[in-house]
């Protein structure tokens, strides 16, 4: 076999070992190291049993975990990180929850409409999309199920809602994608900003359109007569405003170029421990949960960085990035025609694989490319951000699912979640859509605060 057909036999084995079941970030490190001493070798360096390790794959093994580890920029994933856990186990999505739900009682849908702007906040502060989904279907769900909506739209709503954390900033995602492709992850969170909210937008109409058009599957909730205005207004001030501000601070640091991105989340962490304190919820079992969630998740990431530098070093080495290259500008295509062609490859790929995968395996393959067709990097960024999206909501392999229906159990079919997460999955394309027809909803606020992207 020739070395690029070595590198495709390396990336198909990949995607089958991972839709098997193996870990990511150790799939990619036995791959990139079992390939990559292939790669290396060389006939006749073997003669002694100490022989067996003088192989270059070992030290770019090494190089990799060295410059994750002095990875500026990757700082900042821990301390968000801590910032979410520390939210989570503070009641304060809780309390958020049940004021906004009294807010918007006199909407259609209002309980699926809280939910949403739940999950928006909550993913925003924590990015963590398992986290998000879990907990809303602990708290929302049985709410939602009490008051008689119907599974399917509820499961909808909370799983297309916990999806948003990758995507609004600020987001462990953009970090990620910030370190693989070296754009500024300041310019990549203002370019994220409105999509963000589009997209959070887009889902609260469909949900008080549906509703309206067929009322009986959300029906409007009993709400006690006694319970003031001025009361809803004190529960969202105690609520919903500070968490708000912690990430309104958190994010305005950042944009303003008051803060790095790992200062920034050095301040949110700091804030979420203060909310916490605040509201009588701090004390050293959580703390301690939440350093240890946050080193777990941290380890994850760290290693899946290493594993795929490691694999992506070895598949271009082979020749894997040149040959896919050369089929794609063999066809001689149009921009437009690459980038619905590179979007609908990662729409496919979130069949059997997660935005971490695809993100860091599959988009460098793209990014070399972007020149060739005068592509604005972090313009195709944000089509990659609301792309990774389906991932998560995409059957077989919606994750977001799985997730909900790990914590719903016997309360729900897999098959009513699917059923649910549809419209959202069509929603999101829409919004591909209608961003790559006014490009200016990703690229004004950035070209506004930083200048016009020149590359």
């Not at 958020?96 to 409409?113: C, D, E």
């Not at 290259?325 to 062609?341: I, R, Y």
């Not at 599959?362 to 990659?384: G, K, Q, R, S, W």
């Amino acid at each position: 076999m020739t070395n690029p057909q070595v590198a495709i036999l390396m990336l198909s084995l990949f995607i089958v070992l991972v839709m098997l079941g193996f870990p990511v970030a150790f799939t990619l490190l036995a791959m990139g190291v079992g390939f990559g001493y292939y790669a290396y070798y060389q006939a006749g360096s073997i003669e002694t049993f100490s022989d067996i390790f003088d192989n270059n794959i070992f030290y770019l093994l090494n190089q990799n975990t060295y410059s994750v580890m002095e990875n500026d920029t990757l700082v900042a994933i821990p301390l968000f990180l801590f910032m979410g856990y520390i939210v989570e186990r503070a009641n304060i999505v809780n309390r958020l929850f049940s004021s906004l739900q009294l807010a918007a009682r006199n909407l259609p849908g209002s309980m699926a409409i809280a939910a949403l702007i739940t999950c928006a906040v909550f993913s925003t502060a924590s990015g963590i999309v398992g986290a998000v989904v879990t907990l809303m279907g602990l708290l929302a769900f049985p709410a939602m199920s009490q008051a008689n909506y119907r599974n399917d739209f509820s499961s909808g709503v909370i799983c297309a809602g916990g999806t948003l954390g990758i995507l609004i900033p600020p987001s462990i995602m953009l970090i990620v994608y910030a370190a693989i492709a070296e754009l500024s992850p300041l310019r990549l969170y203002a370019a994220a900003v409105f999509p963000g909210l589009l997209l959070a937008s887009m889902y609260i109409v469909y949900v008080i359109v549906r509703v309206w058009i067929n009322p009986a599957i959300a029906p409007k909730p009993v709400v006690d007569p006694s319970v003031s205005r001025w009361t809803i207004y004190g529960q969202l001030l105690t609520s919903f405003l500070p968490l708000t501000i912690l990430i309104m601070a958190v994010l305005g640091s950042i944009l303003g170029g008051l803060a790095t991105p790992a200062e920034a989340a050095a301040i949110g962490a700091m804030g979420g421990l203060i909310l916490a304190l605040l509201y009588r919820s701090l004390n050293w079992t959580m703390v301690k949960q939440s350093v240890f969630l946050t080193a777990k998740a941290t380890a994850m990431v760290c290693w899946m960085f290493v594993g795929s530098w490691t694999f992506a070093s070895v598949f271009s080495y082979l020749g894997g990035h040149d040959i896919i290259e050369h089929w794609v500008l063999a066809m001689n295509l149009q921009p437009w025609q690459f980038l619905v062609l590179a979007q609908l490859i990662i729409f496919l790929l979130g069949w059997p694989l997660e935005w971490s995968e695809i993100l860091i395996i599959f988009v460098p393959i793209f990014l070399p490319m972007l020149d060739t067709f005068n592509v604005n990097p972090y313009f195709f960024a944000m089509l990659i951000a609301l792309n990774l999206q389906t991932s998560f909501l995409t059957p077989p392999m919606a994750m977001s699912a799985y997730y909900l229906k790990g914590v719903l159990k016997d309360q729900i079919e897999l098959m009513e979640i699917f059923k649910g997460i549809m419209p959202y999955l069509g929603i999101v394309i829409f919004c591909m859509v209608l961003m790559y027809i006014f490009p200016g909803i990703a690229l004004w606020l950035p070209d506004r605060l930083f200048g016009e992207y020149i590359p």
